[in-house]
Each structure stands twice: as C-alpha cells, then as structure tokens.
C-alpha cells in the first residue's frame, strides 16, 4: 500500500542529532522561503533601478538635443541684435549690454549668457562677478565661425553650452555669444519624466513585492517548512539508510525511469549506480524483471528467477500529496531458500515412496495373510516369487546404469510415486552415469526431481501416460526428460523458466518454481535447459552441463 508521511514529521526525524541542534541551526541561519524572499526582492530593486537607469538617460539625451537647439538659437538670436553688434567691443560693455545678457537668461530660462572675445576673455555676462575672466572655451567651433552646442564645466558645474560666433562684416569672429544651462539632477529628469513614469515604477515595485511573498510562502509549503540544512541532512540520512539496508530497493517514476537504486539492489540485478535517471528496459535487466517494474501488479510477493539469483520481489505504489509519482519494488535474494526447498521437494518424495511402499507392502502381506490361512501355500510362494521379482526388475534396471547412489534411489522412489497416479516412469537403455561428489549429486537431484516432478504432472490422465528419463555422463552431463502432455508453446518455452510465485494455496501442488530452479542450478554449472516437442508428443526438457561436472566427478572418484 502507499506510504506517507504526515507535513512537518520528517522535520524532527533526525538520526545522530537531537532536536534542539535542529532548531539552533534553524535560529542561526535564515529561512529558505526568507532567503528566496530577500533573492526576489532584490531582483525587484534591480530592475527598477535598471529602468530609472534607463528613464534617466532618455531624458538626459532628450535634455541635451532640445535645450541644446534653444541654446544656439538663444545664442543667435542675442549676436544678431544690433546693440550687440554695435558696442561689444565698447569699454563699457559690460554695462551697456547687461539689459541684453538679462534678456537672453529670461527668455531661454538658462543660467548664464555671456559675450567672450576669441581670447576667452569675459566682456559681458549676466553674473557680473565672471566679467574679464578668462575662461576654457572647450572644444567650441565658435571660433571658427560656427555655431556649436556641448557639455562644459562651469564653475564646477557640469552644464549644456550653445555658442555662437558674433562675425564683423568682414565675416571675421570678433566675439562670440555663449548661453548655458546646468545638466538637471537625476531626480529632476526623473520627475520631468511625468507621474506615469514614477506610477509604473510604483507598481512594478508593488507587484514585484506580492509576488516575491507569494513565491516565499509557496516554497515554504512545498519544503514543509525545512530549511537548507534539514534538507541536506535528511537527503544525507535517506542516502545512507537506502544503500545500508540489505534489502534491494528500486523506484520507479511515472515515466518508467529509475529514480532510485541502492547497494543491493545493484548487486542483486547485476547493474551500476548510473542507471538511476535512465528506463528500465535500457539498463541490461532480466526481462522478466522489467515486466514486473513496470507492471501494475502490487501488494503481493513475486518470485522471479534471472539467470544467477531467485529473487522475491513486492511492488508499491508511491504517492506524494494524494498523487501516484511511481512505484517502490523491494527486493530479497532467495536463492538459498530455493535451492533448500528444491533439496526438501526431493526429500520429500522419498518420504513418500516409503509411503507409498509401506501401503503397498501393508496390502500384499495382508493378501499372504489371507492365502496362509487358507493354507494355500503354493499361492504364497508364487505370490513372494512374483513380487520379488517385479521389485528386482525395477531396482536392476535402475542401478544397473546409475551407479551414484543417491540419483539411483530418487529414480525408483520417483518410479514408485508416478505408478500411484497411474503414469509410468521409464529409464532409458542408453543411459549411464557414475557416481557423484555429493554436491554435484545434490543438484543433480534438484535438477531430475523438478522435471520428473513437472512431467509426471502433466502427463496424468493422457493416453499412454508415459514419462521417459535419459542420462549420459560421456560428454559433460546431459539429462533429458520426456512427458506424454500436451506440450510446450514456443511462446512459452523462455517465460517457463522465469518466474514463479511462493507457496501459496492457489498454486498446484504448492510448487511455482521448479522450472526455474532448474534453470537456476544449470547456470551455476555453465549449463544450458531448453524444452522442445518430445518425439512421441508432449514435451522434452534437455539439461546440459559442461564437461567441468565430469571433471569434477572424476577428481572426486
């Protein structure tokens, strides 16, 4: 089922800190959703600062183009009066043409209009204090006989001069009439801008603020309320607890991509750490694996088997605010556990063929009873005869070909068991093998107990039920069992040996991995399982196994 975890709570989880080093450091450094706070605001102050910037150099060009133009034209206007022209170069000019300088200051709204010889000499100006001061006349072309506009230092005010030059008749410049106006200060274009201006920056600054709040308090929301460091910490911790437990842990997101894999799910599915951020079908796993990732199937354990391991597998939906981001797979190795239960199954059945043997020895002698009391001895010995017979028979037929000794009795005990229900279990002519070391004679016998096993299921009620077991240890180790069932699909041949399910009531026979046990036990040998059409019908299953098993049985011998 979904897990989840109530807002706040993975706050105050903490593992090798207490609470209260929690809170100090929350104290100690400011709020996440403050600093974001803080980070927008300053963004806000930037961009307002960024227009004014640019507000104040449009005006400040505006300035200069159209006062600029007033000033030459009050500057042409002042040289071309005659009174000028006439008595500038009067010894009491100064006085004589102060009406003229007012007029000009007046009219332009300027700060200052003056007369300057070609020298640079003060004669007239409308502050008397600057009359017969030499002065820097720029970089003027008045001098030259044009009239110029720029940018001059006035008494250490930066201010906009237009000039013009006052020409004889000649056409040579004898003086030069100059008008000028301090630059305005940022506030002052700033204002000259208008009151929209200063309305838009008022409500860019206005929203900038809401939505720098809005932002912090969702932030706030979405981090439940952690701050920088809890955050860190509780990822380090979550890092630490998933690759330090000994379960497999694979989560997957609604994409099919892995988000998350630990040690041991590494090391059970035989891949890297950089397959986290790839899909699953891309990353070199089981097939079968990959249909149970990305299946819907949940709630319950899975037992597949990969070529190396049985793996138990339970898969959980995963969900964050009351919507489903992926799922959670657990994983456990039970590759041990089954090759127990194999080792058990094939236990198992001997203990039911002393069963079996027990009823059937219980019946005859019941039946010798019957005949001694009826004093039909000759019926007896015949009776005795037969069945001692009859069990040589199957006994010599086994060992005279299987000589290990523990593949020799799990052969009659599994004869026997198929009898009961009616199915019989043949020993093929040409089959041989020597005695095994015990390990090798364990898997041996998971390996022939599973397919006898399976066989013998499928073979009950059809015609003829026959199960025919053949092994020969000349090349390697090859063990063929064939069935009289209905036989394998070719789309079933590969998933047979792939996956099972435990133990549970709805599985035939308590069984679900047999098939895939055996694929398992050979391919720890470096062996190979497939199943075919039998020649006679129903299905083959040949196991073979590399020379090395002979190899190691003849070192043992």
Same mark, same amino acid.
């Given at each position: ?13 903490? +593992? ?60 042409? &206007? ?8 006439? @008595? ?10 102060? =009406?003229?300088?007012? @007029? ?18 003060? @004669? ?14 720029? *970089? ?24 013009? *030059? ?5 056409? #040579? ?10 630059? =305005? ?61 000994? #379960? ?6 609604? #994409? ?5 894999? &630990? ?18 079908? %891309? ?8 249909? +149970? ?15 190396? @391991?049985?793996?138990?597998? &339970? ?69 005795? #005869? ?75 009620? %059809? ?44 599985? =035939? ?49």
């Amino acid at each position: 089922m979904p897990r989840h975890f109530p807002s706040g709570l993975t706050a105050k989880i903490g +593992f090798g800190h207490s609470s209260s080093t929690c809170c100090d450091t929350a104290r100690g450094f400011r709020s996440l959703a403050g600093q974001f706070l803080v980070f927008q605001l300053l963004v806000v102050a930037i961009v307002l600062v960024a227009v004014a910037a640019v507000s104040v150099a449009q005006s400040t060009r505006e300035f200069r183009e159209v006062r600029g133009a007033r000033m030459i034209a009050v500057a042409e &206007n002042m040289a071309s009066t005659p009174v000028v022209r006439d @008595r500038y170069a009067d010894p009491g000019a100064s006085k004589v043409l102060a =009406p003229e300088v007012d @007029r000009a200051v007046a009219l332009s709204g300027a700060g200052l209009a003056e007369i300057i010889d070609p020298g640079g000499t003060v @004669r007239v100006s409308s502050d008397p204090s600057r009359v017969g001061r030499q002065v820097d006349m720029g *970089p003027t072309r008045a001098d030259e006989g044009r009239a110029w506009f720029g940018d001059l230092t006035i008494d250490g005010v930066h201010s906009l001069v237009g000039e013009v *030059p006052i020409l004889a008749d000649s056409g #040579e410049v004898v003086s030069i009439a100059s008008v000028s106006e301090r630059y =305005p200060s940022v506030w002052e274009l700033m204002g000259a801008s208008g009151e929209r201006l200063l309305f838009y920056l008022g409500l860019g600054a206005a929203l900038g603020l809401l939505a720098s709040w809005l932002l912090s308090r969702r932030i706030k929301r979405h981090t439940r309320g952690l701050e920088i460091a809890e955050i860190a910490s509780l990822a380090d911790h979550r890092e630490a607890l998933l690759h330090s437990i000994r #379960e497999g842990v694979v989560a997957v997101n609604n #994409e099919g991509d892995i988000t998350v894999l &630990n040690d041991s799910a590494q090391e059970l599915l035989g891949v890297t750490a950089d397959a986290v951020g790839r899909p699953v079908h %891309s990353v070199g796993l089981d097939p079968a694996v990959v249909a +149970f990732l990305l299946s819907g199937e949940e709630g319950r354990d899975v037992v597949i088997v990969t070529r190396t @391991r049985v793996l138990a597998l &339970n898969r959980r939906a995963a969900t964050s605010q009351g919507q489903q981001i992926g799922t959670v797979t657990t994983m456990r190795d039970s590759t041990e556990l089954a090759a127990l239960q194999g080792q058990l199954s094939s236990h198992k059945s001997v203990t039911d063929t002393l069963r079996a043997q027990t009823h059937e020895f219980a019946n005859q002698l019941h039946t010798i009873s019957g005949l001694v009391q009826l004093g039909e001895y000759d019926s007896v010995r015949d009776l005795v #005869e037969t069945l001692t017979r009859r069990r040589a028979e199957i006994s010599d037929a086994v060992t005279q070909r299987i000589s290990d000794p523990a593949v020799a009795a799990l052969l009659i005990a599994k004869t026997t068991l198929a009898a009961e229900s009616s199915v019989s279990l043949e020993l093929a002519p040409d089959s041989h093998l020597e005695a095994l070391p015990p390990a090798v004679a364990t898997d041996v016998i998971t390996l022939l107990g599973n397919l006898i096993d399976n066989a013998v299921d499928v073979s009950v009620g %059809s015609v003829a039920a026959r199960v025919t077991v053949s092994i020969d240890d000349h090349a390697g180790l090859t063990i063929s069992v064939a069935d009289s069932g209905p036989g394998v699909p070719e789309n079933l041949r590969e998933s047979i040996f792939a996956r099972g399910v435990t133990s549970k009531p709805d599985v =035939p026979g308590g069984r679900g991995i047999g098939l895939a046990l055996v694929r398992l036990v050979t391919a720890q040998h470096g062996g190979t399982v497939e199943v075919v059409d039998g020649p006679s019908g129903g299905a083959l299953f040949v196991v073979r196994l590399p020379a090395s098993v002979v190899a190691e049985k003849a070192a043992h011998a």
